[in-house]
């Protein structure tokens, strides 16, 4: 079976600070592992993704995240946050002929302060 | 254009009522899900369909009861609503492979608020 931990439930950084956000996962299988993020009342949002190859994976709006498979991790980071970045981050895993289900993490309330 | 829509964005309703909750995408997708987020922001995936087949049913009372017209639409409707079917649900879609599936990105609607009293 496939499980997702987001070590964090909330982490609060100051503005233009950079920020980690901690993702552990469990799997038998190869996996196929994304960060999704949450905007208030909005629905969820595909930051990143990583399937295979180059284990640093760029997204959208600077994020990135590293896959590190003898840790079973997959942090993602931000050089320098902004206020916009105030959001819920949602770590998940699929693969493994799971007919696509995504397993999520706990999600990590982001708040972003000026 | 909306890529993943839904409707109602919100519901309120009282205990015992039937209700159901319409997903529409325009992305030519072949797979749908149905997932579930709690009051504590948990996500739990409900159902899936590949081209109009159920592939995914998670253990979910058989109150909830999918059905697919067309690749392009999923609703859900639930029968005797209970206090903790209160959730904010999202529907998603993929270009799926059906059950091999797994890379492809999901797009997720905005979310149904479903609030049952």
């Known amino acids: 079976a496939q499980s997702v931990t987001q070590l964090d439930s909330q982490v609060p950084v100051f503005e233009e600070a950079p920020v980690e956000l901690r993702c552990n996962y469990s799997s038998s299988v190869s996996v196929y592992l994304f960060w999704y993020v949450q905007y208030p009342n909005q629905g969820l949002q595909l930051l990143l993704k990583y399937l295979s190859g180059s284990t640093l994976v760029k997204g959208i709006n600077g994020f990135e995240a590293e896959f590190n498979k003898s840790q079973t991790s997959f942090h993602l980071r931000k050089p320098s946050v902004h206020i916009s970045d105030t959001a819920e981050y949602f770590c998940a895993v699929s693969g493994g002929n799971q007919g696509g289900k995504l397993i999520f993490g706990q999600g990590t309330e982001l708040s972003v302060k000026p | 254009d909306t890529a993943v829509s839904q409707t109602p964005k919100y519901l309120v309703t009282q205990m015992g009522n039937d209700k159901s909750i319409k997903c529409e995408q325009n992305?030519?997708?072949?797979?749908m899900y149905w997932y579930k987020q709690d009051s504590k922001k948990f996500l739990k995936i409900m159902f899936s369909y590949n081209n109009k087949e159920l592939i995914i049913n998670e253990t979910v009372p058989n109150r909830f009861s999918p059905k697919s017209p067309d690749k392009a639409h999923l609703n859900l409707h639930i029968n005797s609503l209970e206090l903790g079917d209160s959730a904010v649900y999202f529907c998603?879609?993929?270009?799926?492979?059906?059950?091999?599936?797994?890379?492809?990105?999901?797009?997720f609607g905005p979310g149904t608020r479903l609030l049952v009293l």
């Open positions: 992305l030519g997708h072949d797979t």
């Open positions: 998603a879609s993929s270009q799926g492979l059906g059950f091999a599936g797994g890379i492809e990105t999901q797009y």
